[in-house]
Nanobody
Framework: QVQLVESGGGLVQAGGSLRLSCAASGRTFSNYAMGWFRQAPGKEREFVAAISRWSGSIYADSVKGRVTIARDNAKNTGFLQMNSLKPEDTAVYYC???????????????????WGQGTQVTVSS
C-alpha cells in the first residue's frame, strides 16, 4: 500500500502560481511513477502530468509550458509547479502512483494504483 497526501492548493488570481506537493508513505516511493490528475465540477477527471521513477515526464497539452512536474525520491515527495494559472485550471487536483508504469508514465487514470484525497485549486479571474 502507498498512502498519498496532497497539499499546496488554494485560491489564487489568474496569472498566479501554486506549487502542489504529494507526500507518499508506505512503500518505496521510487518504485512508482507519479501522476497528477484534476477534476472540475461537472467534468470527468483529466490527466495533467506524470513522471517516471527516473524523472521522465509527460504533460497534457492544456498545461504544457505552464506546469512542471518533479519528484524527490529521497523525501518521498512529488511536486507540481503551476504557473500562469487560468480560471479553467480550477479543479480538485489528485496525485496518483503507478507501479506497472514506473518507467513509462501514463496519461490513463486506470494505470494508477493509488490515489490521494485531492487538494482544491481555485483560480479567480
Amino acid at each position: 500500500q502507498v498512502q498519498l497526501v496532497e497539499s499546496g492548493g488554494g485560491l489564487v488570481q489568474a496569472g498566479g502560481s501554486l506549487r502542489l506537493s504529494c507526500a507518499a508513505s508506505g512503500r518505496t516511493f521510487s518504485n512508482y511513477a507519479m501522476g497528477w490528475f484534476r477534476q472540475a465540477p461537472g467534468k470527468e477527471r483529466e490527466f495533467v502530468a506524470a513522471i517516471s521513477r527516473w524523472s521522465g515526464s509527460i504533460y497534457a497539452d492544456s498545461v504544457k509550458g505552464r506546469v512542471t512536474i518533479a519528484r524527490d525520491n529521497a523525501k518521498n515527495t512529488g511536486f507540481l509547479q503551476m504557473n500562469s494559472l487560468k480560471p479553467e485550471d480550477t479543479a480538485v487536483y489528485y496525485c496518483a502512483a503507478s507501479y506497472t508504469r514506473l518507467n513509462s508514465p501514463s496519461k490513463v487514470s486506470g494505470d494508477y494504483d493509488y490515489w490521494g484525497q485531492g487538494t482544491q485549486v481555485t483560480v479567480s479571474s
